[in-house]
C-alpha cells in the first residue's frame, strides 16, 4: 500500500545524473593540493614557522597528508575509536570526589618537534635507526614530524601534568603494505604517582626510591621492588580493562616482554583476535631519568602507546589501511552517524566507480514526510538490487501555500563486477519512472 504511493509520487520527477569522476576531477580542483617538488625556504605548520636547510626530506605526498586531519573528521572510523577510547577512560577515571576526569586529554600538539622531543629526551640511543633520515621526516637538521606521540611527554610532564593522554598523526617513512602508511595515529598515556597515591596513605608506607640498588631484568636501580610491582599492576590493570572494553570481557591477552628506551621494565600486550595473536601496545614503567630531567623528582611513572590504526582495522574488520584516507562515500556512509560506542563491521566496498543519480519527486497529499521515507529505501533497493550501495534523503521541501511537499533522494550505484556504464543505470531508472507511473 505504501509503496504504490511511493511510486505514485515517481510521476513527477526531475533528475540529474553525475559521473564519479567528474566528481573527483572537482574535488581535486577544489583542494588545494600542495605538489611542490622544491624544498620551501620556510615551512609553515600548525601555525608555525620553521626554516628549513639541506636536511629536508618531506616529499610531496607526506605535504599532502599533513593538510588532512582524519583524526577530526567526524565519521572516521579512527575519530570514533579516539572517542570511544577516551570516553571509557574518563568514565573509569576520575579525580578524587568523582567530580572531574583524571586524565587530560592532548590533542593540538605541534606536529613538528624537534630532535630533543622526538628522541634525546627519551633517551634514544644517538645511532639508534628511528634516528636516520630514511626513517624520520625532517625539516632541517634539528626539528622532524613526530615519530610518536612519546615526543610530547617531557614537556608536558614539565609543564605539570600527571596523569594525561596524548593523541594525534605521526609521521614514519615506513615501508608500504596493508598495515603500514607514512601517517598513522597513535594515544600516548602518561601516569605519575606520588608515594601516598601508588600506596595509599599509611603511617608506615613503602619507599619508591632505594639507595644503591643495582638495575636487573625486573626494575631500575633507583626504584624499589614494591613501587616497580604496584605500578606495574595498576598499568597492566589499566590496560586490560581498556582491551576488555575494546575487544570484549572475554578476549585473550597476552604479556610480553619488550626494548624500549623510554621504560623499564617494557612490556607489549597482545590479544587473540580472529585466530592470531596481536600485538596492540607497547608500554612500560618510565625511566626516571625522563621524569628528572622534567623537573619530577618525588613520583614514579608509568607509560604507554597504541596505534590507532591497528585496533581500528581489527575492530571494525578493515581491511586495509588506506581505507582510512578515502573519501568514497562507499566507504564513509557506514560509518557517518555511528557513535563511538555503536558496533559497526565495515562490508567491503566495490573497486569499481560509483554513478550518482538525484531523484526528486512531490509527495501524495496528506502523506508525512518520515512515512515516506522507508518506503522510498525499499522501492530503491527492490528496482536496483544489488547495484544501490547508497540511498541518502538529500532534501525536502513544503510548499505550504499549495499544500505540496517534495523529497530528493541520491542513489548511488555501485557493481562489483565491473564500472556501470550511465546507459546502464539509466535503464533502472527508467524502470523506476515506468514503473511509478503506471497506475496501480
Ligand atoms: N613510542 C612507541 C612507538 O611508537 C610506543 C610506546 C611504547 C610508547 C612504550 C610508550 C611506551 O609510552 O612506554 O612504537
Redo the contacts with the bound molecule.
Sequence with gaps: MLSRRLLRGFGILKYEARFLSTAVKKEAENEKVVFEKKRPEVFELDGRKHKTDDVWNLSPAVRHLLNRRILREQSNPLNLLKQRIINYVHQTYRKAGNRSPLFTICENEPRIVTNFQNFDSLLTPENHVSRRPSDTYYINSNECLRA?T?AHQHSLMKQGLDAFLVIGDVYRRDEVDRTHYPCFH?I?GVRLYSKDELFGKSENPAEIFSKNEERNKEKQGVHTYDAVRVAEIQLKEFLENLCDELFGKDCQKRWIDAY?P??HP?FELEVFYNGQWLEVL???IMEQEILESAGVRDKIGW???IGLERIAMVLYGIPDIRLFWSKDSGFVSQFAGKTPEDEVKYKEISAHPQVIFDVSFFLPENVQFNDMTSDVYDVIRTIGGELVEQVKLTDEFENKKKGKKSQTYRIVYRSHEKALTKDEVNFYYGRMITISSTPC
Excluded: D, N, Y
Aim: overall charge negative.
Design positions: 610518536h612519546s597513535q600516548e624500549f623510554f621504560t617494557s607497547g608500554c612500560g607509560a604507554f602507546g
